[in-house]
């Protein structure tokens, strides 16, 4: 016996998603489930970015809200 106390099941604390439309996702996060309030970021400039072994950049559009205790985006 090492007085260690057992492990508890790994809990998610964000779950990320890919849509062609942030704000209908957020708009049907917050209807269905109830979610948010979200905070939409528009146009984060992502630099220094690889695609497939080259450098690139992004333009990145994120919403960030909660449902319970997990972090949606």
């Known amino acids: 016996m090492t007085g260690l ?3 508890r ?10 849509v062609s439309d942030v704000r209908a996702a957020v708009q049907g996060w917050m209807q269905r489930y109830g979610a948010g309030p979200f905070y ?5 400039p992502l630099v220094d970015v690889m695609v497939r072994g080259a450098r690139s950049s992004l333009d990145h ?9 997990a972090m949606i985006e």
Do not use: K, M
């Not at 099941?9 to 890919?18: D, I």
């Not at 960030?64 to 205790?69: A, F, I, T, V």
């Open 61 to 69: 559009t994120s919403a960030y809200g909660w449902h319970g205790d």
């Open 40 to 44: 939409v970021f528009e146009h984060i």
């Open 5 to 7: 106390a057992p492990a």
């Open 9 to 18: 099941p790994a809990q998610f604390v964000q779950l990320a998603y890919l």
